[in-house]
């Protein structure tokens, strides 16, 4: 497998604190990446940091291995932040999934409409593309903003709490889609459902000041311990529990 | 002679209507849907300051109203942007405190304030060529300005977090618009007076987002709406002597209601059709 970025022992935080403390970490093409840890921990904000809406206070985030570009990575904010109540189609919020590779001119045309008339289409949206936002469902809006970050194809995915507002009816649904969606790029999701999620992710990384990388989707209370990693670790249903051999 | 009075009267309302309904249906959208009506009436107030300080210095109030309403806007702006204030609380001091001080310079400033009650209310008849002509330079520069960045002012507006992602001049924008905004709202001060000013930029918003959720389609028929309202607010003033601004405010509630029984109408044959559909 070959590393699509890295970080190099990035600190970053705000104002008052510091909130990532020296951290480094190889991120590989194609992995699914489950991102965990307590409130506070640093979560959302090493995705900042990767976006580029948070400039490290030393290290930095090395693109060159993996040749990526920030135009690459697509984002789906935390569901809560979009105004539902702004008068804008599905199709238009689709679209804006595209303004990276334009200048603040940017016009939609015909081949920005088709290619989010695909996505729209891919994510079970169609018969939706031209309602307002006020009108969907917390599923369909949930998939409206994925499809919003993946409608410039990128080749980097980054999700914040994707499923907070979600029925679990549909978070199965949503997790499926994102299965397909790992086939033709990498993906990093913030979750605080480790037991979910590890179903679907193909490794963890808790997050808690600094970052541990896990390379595996099982994960044990024991793992969360020596990580330092202060999470509950919460199993649904009947998933067989495993244990996993030490670590070297 | 007359006719020639009336002539010119009658086109100088058309554009004044014009312009008014422009910036209506184009700051009007803005506002109505980033929920700055509050702010905007802060705005509005903030500016009688200015006119007040124009009566007392002898400068043009309109100049003066100009001044204390890009500056109330852009503080505003900047001060819920860097979260130092309890936004409703701070509108209300500066919506006060821009009454005070525009009574306050007025009873300072020798003699009778003449047209003080047009800027209350509103007065097409003491519009100058100088108003008209502002007017038109800020409606103008509204369309270039939404015409050129559209995508990203409706972006912006929208999710002004994810908008981060792909453009660094979202605080520039914002503050642009603001300004814009701020500017627009002033400018109609002298046709629609500072207490009913608000009415018109935000009726006309409000009437169309009763039947479509699309950004632009909102922007064009509310410019519609509003000339529609504005004119039939100057002929029924103009003809029954009442203050234009308080006739055009009473024509756009009309529609208002007119259009929600519309609306309310047309829900209800929906759910009868729906129910016919599923027996």
Known sequence: MSILFTIDSVTAGYEEKIVLRDVTMAVEENDFI?????NGGGKTTLLKVILGLLKPLSGKI??????????????????????????????????????????????????????????????????????????LSGGQLQRVYLARAVSGSPRLLLLDEPATFVDASFEADFYERLKVLNNRMTIMMVSHDVGTISAWVKSFVCVNGTVFYHPHSKITDEDLRMYGCPIQLVTHGDVPHVVLHKHD | MENLFEYTFVVRSLLGALFASITAGLA???????????LSGGVTHASFGGIGLGYYLGINPVVGAAVFGLGSALGMEYMSARGKMREDSAIGILWALGMAVGIIFIYLTPGYAPNLMSYLFGSILTVTDGDLIALGIIAAVLIIYN?????????????????????????????????????????????????????LLTIPANIVMLFTRRYLRIIVLSTVVSFAGISAGFAISWFTNLPTGATIVAVLVLFWLVARAIRSLQKSSNMKKLRKDNR
């Open chain 2, 147 to 199: 015409a050129m960045f559209y995508r990203t002012l409706l972006y912006i507006s929208f999710d002004e977090n994810y908008a981060r992602t792909f453009t660094r001049h979202v605080d520039l924008f914002r503050y642009i618009s603001v300004g814009l905004t701020g500017l627009a709202i002033v400018l109609n001060i002298r046709m629609a007076g500072v207490i009913m000013i608000l009415a």
């Open chain 1, 62 to 135: 090395d693109f060159t291995s993996g040749d990526l570009k920030l135009n690459q990575i697509g984002y789906m904010p935390q569901v809560a932040q979009g105004d539902t109540l702004f008068p804008v189609t599905v199709e238009d919020v689709v679209l804006s999934g595209m303004m990276h590779d334009k200048g603040a001119m940017g016009r939609m045309g015909r081949i920005e409409k088709r290619r989010a008339a695909e996505v729209i289409e891919e994510l079970g949206l169609s018969p939706l593309a031209h309602q307002a936002l006020n009108e």
């Open chain 2, 28 to 38: 009007g959208t803005y506002i109505v849907s980033k929920r700055l009506v509050f």
């Open chain 1, 34 to 38: 489950g991102i965990i840890g307590p």
